[in-house]
């Protein structure tokens, strides 16, 4: 027979003969026991008041306090007025006389709740958000990681441009020396051939004078000219070379002239984190009311617009709404009356690419031609945002009342969403956690929504997506349509939006039609409702769908929610 305290134990064993399988329990001393030791352990310690129970009712019989006034009394009540535990003896004295008292296990009940409770929120709610917050950080920490390594990249390139163009300019400078010198080279040439001849020319008269003073013909030496040495006094101008100077400049102003870097520091973001909520949270008392879908969406009415093209719609309230076509301007339309309030014509006299409306209710529009972003307050246009090797797309307004704004590069090689409080950037959101980007690269269709949840949400027609970060920029999921479609044509989305139950709605402009899909990227139905061209979308405070339509230059407002 193998030894039970050596051999693989499948049973618990009794703490006292490590033998016998355990079938007793004492609540006092918390020792589990077998039947036969049970006496032993009732003696072992007389001053304990042993409650001994069924293994299986273990933890039934409750450990009251010691009172820490009168040795060896148990405090089975509770003073609400002083928030001590109390024995029999205390409540009998005078020190706790017309106090209200409760059962301390009543009291321990309630503490045992709020525990719970306690412990529920830290699982569900706070330890997730402190993941997110880890999450933020670590994404905070490689994208400056690797915006650190594009400022020593772009150093680098400029070090090298600046390195060519010196090269360049020395090669410009030793040419225009060596052109200087040619040229005085060739007039002292030209100077010193013509003393050259004049030399020559001496030398043959010294030889023909030497000739008629040899000889005694007078005739020969009256025929030599008078003064012929007059000639040849008046000697030749003398030529001063004069070279240039090279005047280098100060090289230590190089760093003046090639650029400096601006101080870094780490600055805390007055919003700060929140705690994150969920419908399932109890404590969530400000969650919605929830809604279902309508079996059947119902078109309410249709507001008529003055466009030749309409692109966007924008709530303004329950009875007004901002609207943009093919032209410069941006017109805001009675909802119930159908008739045009106002129209702001764009700074630039460009068409505005998207519309959104601020919490504050201001108007703000995306340029792209002119790369801003712009605000329209008392029916002043101010600019807000200027780009610089980038364009802007979609934009949105946040819970925050930060602006999220989509941009592709001159180069339309990179696309990013960029979150800006006034006209400072404060977050960039580019690249999954793998250095990926997460969106297709190029100047397409880009619009931009953000959750009750404060998930980013990024319609991109030609991907045929909608791609899904959190708060910090970390994937979440991806969605790329349902088949069957209305038309059975490729996921085309344009305009995004989303509700109080946290749906996200997309226009599909290829099969005319609306998606709905559930916070997490599922999707529940269409929205078709006769829909031609769909493209604009915006929701209103009471759930209600306003879709711009293209061709028909008209916004249907739908209800789609219970």
């Known amino acids: 027979m193998m030894d039970p305290r050596t051999s693989a134990q499948d049973v618990m064993r009794c703490d006292l003969c490590e033998i016998a399988v355990v079938q007793m329990h004492c609540d006092t001393c918390l020792v589990n026991l077998c039947k036969a030791c ?7 310690d007389e001053s304990k008041d042993h409650k001994v129970v069924k293994f299986q009712s273990r933890k039934s019989t409750p450990l009251y306090p ?34 209200k008292l409760s059962e301390i296990l009543q009291i321990a009940e309630g503490k ?10 830290l699982r569900e ?10 999450s933020d950080v670590q994404n905070r920490m490689s994208q400056l990681k690797k915006e650190y390594g594009d400022l020593s990249t772009a150093i680098t390139k400029h070090g090298e441009d600046w390195h060519r163009e010196i090269d360049k300019l ?13 040229t005085q080279l060739q007039t002292l040439q030209k100077h010193l051939d013509e003393i050259n001849k004049t030399m020559s020319d001496i030398k043959d008269e010294i030889y023909s004078v030497q000739m008629v003073t040899d000889t005694n013909d007078l005739s ?19 030529l001063e070379p004069i070279l240039p100077k090279f005047i280098p400049g100060k090289i230590k102003e190089v760093s003046k002239f090639f650029g400096a ?39 309410v009415t249709i507001i008529n617009t003055e466009y030749i093209e309409l692109y966007e719609v924008a709530c303004l309230s329950d009875e007004e709404i901002w609207t943009s076509g093919g032209d410069n301007s941006m017109k805001l339309y009675s909802i119930n009356q159908g008739s045009l309030l106002k129209s702001i014509t764009t700074k630039s006299g460009k068409i505005p690419e998207d519309i959104a409306v601020t919490k504050s209710g201001d108007l703000v529009y995306t340029d792209y031609r002119d790369r801003t972003v712009n605000i329209v307050k008392n029916e002043k246009i101010e600019e807000v945002i200027r780009l610089q090797n980038w364009r802007p797309r979609g934009v949105c307004s946040t819970s925050s009342g930060d602006l999220l704004v989509t941009m592709y590069n001159d180069d339309n090689k990179q696309t990013k969403v960029v979150r800006y409080s006034g006209s400072t950037e404060k977050q960039t959101i580019q690249f999954d956690d793998k250095g990926q980007p997460l969106y297709l690269s190029g100047g397409y269709y880009r619009y931009i929504t953000e959750k009750k949840n404060l998930d980013i949400c990024v319609s991109e027609e030609v991907a045929g997506a909608i791609v899904v970060v959190n708060q910090a920029g970390k994937l979440r999921f991806r969605y790329t349509g349902h088949t069957p479609a209305p038309k059975n044509k490729p996921f085309s989305p344009r305009r995004i939006t989303t509700d109080s139950q946290s749906h996200i709605l997309t ?10 899909i559930d916070q997490d990227g599922q999707f529940l139905r269409y929205i078709e409702c006769g829909l031609s061209d769909p493209r604009g979308l915006s929701i209103d405070t009471n759930d209600n769908l306003f879709v711009a339509q293209y061709g028909k230059r008209q916004v249907k407002k739908i209800k789609y929610l219970q």
Request: one cysteine or more; hydrophobic letters at 25%; a negative charge.
């Open 112 to 121: 045992k709740d709020k525990i719970i409770k306690e412990v529920t929120e």
């Open 261 to 299: 870097l601006s101080s870094s520091s780490l600055t805390l973001d007055k919003h700060g984190y929140s705690i994150k909520t969920t419908q399932k949270s109890p404590e969530a008392g400000s969650s919605p009311p929830v809604k279902q879908l309508l079996d059947e969406p119902e078109t």
């Open 66 to 99: 010691g009172c820490t006034s009168h040795n060896k009394q148990q405090c089975t009540m509770y003073c609400d007025q002083c928030d001590i535990h109390v024995c029999t003896k205390c409540i009998a004295s005078s020190q706790h006389l017309g106090h």
């Open 170 to 182: 020395v090669k410009i400078l030793k040419a225009e020396v060596d052109e200087m010198k040619n």
């Open 125 to 134: 709610t706070i330890y997730p958000t402190y993941q997110d917050i880890a």
């Open 220 to 238: 020969k030496l009256f025929s030599v000219p008078h003064s012929l040495i007059n000639i040849y006094r008046n000697l030749p101008q003398k």
């Open 507 to 516: 226009a599909d402009y290829n099969n005319e039609c609306v998606h709905v």
């Open 38 to 44: 049970v006496g032993e352990h009732m003696v072992s």
